[in-house]
């Protein structure tokens, strides 16, 4: 079964909307973190937002909010007042707990934003 | 946070030769780590690079086609040797830094082989 699924591979949003990226995970560690990249065409990957299975706030960064549904297992990204240079690919990666490294990938959502 | 480079940034190669791509950190981390992203997919951790021991790879990488050297705590490199049009794909290094969970990556490498 797939760890982390997106479930939306594009998006088309008009300028100033705002846009949630859907995310779900599946993990039966108790202890694990969630994480939101953005890829833009050139191919870097930036860190956009960080979330600990134990927070208990949603995590917020800036125009970026991650909305934890722990119970439902999701950890949706939401993007306020989108611009268009959000425009790029979003991943949702999740590193579960016991000294593990890894970080286990999304497939990715690709974002494209209309002026 | 940690500031990352890496060389080349992208390279047209032919079958059968190796590239060597590199991976420098501003500051000493313990862990690297290397991916490949193969065009339209998502990444894949092809191995981790801890300073001081042998690299370990993950299923379906072996050290023979990619060999790693992680010589001290703020470089790494990755060899793909021995290339075929499969391994175009953007390789990217990325390290986790004390204290935090993020891991910050690289500009990524773009390889085209041909």
């Known amino acids: 079964a797939q760890k982390i699924t997106q479930t939306q591979p594009g998006m088309f949003v008009q300028e100033k909307e705002a846009v949630t990226l859907d995310c779900t995970y599946d993990?039966?560690?108790?202890?694990?973190?969630l994480f939101w990249y953005k890829q833009p065409s050139s191919g870097e990957m930036i860190f956009l937002i960080y979330?600990?299975?134990?927070d208990e706030q949603n995590a917020t960064e800036g125009r970026y909010s991650l909305n934890f549904q722990k119970a439902r297992k999701s950890a949706n990204l939401v993007i306020s007042a989108s611009q268009l240079g959000d425009s790029a690919m979003y991943f949702c990666?999740?590193?579960?707990?016991?000294?593990?490294?890894?970080?286990?990938w999304g497939a990715g959502t690709k974002l494209i934003i209309k002026p | 946070s940690a500031v990352i480079s890496q060389k080349p940034s992208r390279d047209i190669c032919q079958r059968g030769t190796s590239l060597t791509i590199q991976c420098q950190v501003d500051?000493?981390?313990?862990?690297m780590f290397w991916y490949r992203q193969q065009p339209g997919q998502s990444l894949t951790l092809i191995a981790t690079?801890?300073?001081?021991?042998?690299?370990?790879?993950e299923s379906g990488f072996v050290i023979d086609k990619f060999p790693i050297s992680r010589p001290n705590l703020t470089f790494s490199t990755l060899t793909v040797s021995n290339m075929s049009p499969e391994d175009s794909s953007i390789y990217l290094c990325?390290?986790?830094?004390?204290?935090?969970?993020?891991?910050?990556f690289g500009p990524g490498t773009r390889l085209t082989v041909t």
């Open positions: 990325s390290v986790e830094t004390g204290g935090s969970y993020e891991q910050y």
């Open positions: 500051s000493q981390v313990t862990m």
């Open positions: 690079a801890n300073q001081g021991s042998e690299a370990t790879y």
């Open positions: 993990t039966s560690d108790q202890s694990y973190g």
């Open positions: 979330q600990g299975s134990y």
């Open positions: 990666a999740m590193r579960e707990g016991g000294g593990n490294y890894q970080l286990i």
